[in-house]
């Protein structure tokens, strides 16, 4: 099992840049890839970014293709989302999850574990 905290949310205007953060404890944070999701108010929980165990490949919704970078950390069991050129609709509050397969998916059952989320506000 792995326990996950996200930090690193905030309130900001359009245009600027955030980095997110997700700690893990518990289980080797290496044998899990990792991935980051989304959900706006009233809206489904939303794929964002992932990250294979060894940190050599990424995947990322064609809606922050260009703008999120997901990066992982390995020795200080971190991974996180450095978000630029935020707008409006990037709105939400964003989870880290963990996958326990060495690909991770982009469907939301797949991740085992989640944080609790750190709120993300993008003001006009």
Known sequence: QVH??????????????LRLSCAASGRTFSSYAMGWFRQAPEKEREFVAA????????????????????????????VNLQMNSLKPEDTAVYYCAAHTSPVPGRSATAYAYWGQGTQVTVSS
């Open 4 to 17: 996950l905290v996200e930090s690193g949310g905030g309130l900001l205007q359009a245009g600027g840049s």
């Open 51 to 78: 990250i294979t165990r060894s940190g050599s490949m990424t995947y990322y919704a064609d809606s922050v293709k260009g703008r999120f970078t997901i990066s992982r950390d390995n020795a200080k069991n971190t």
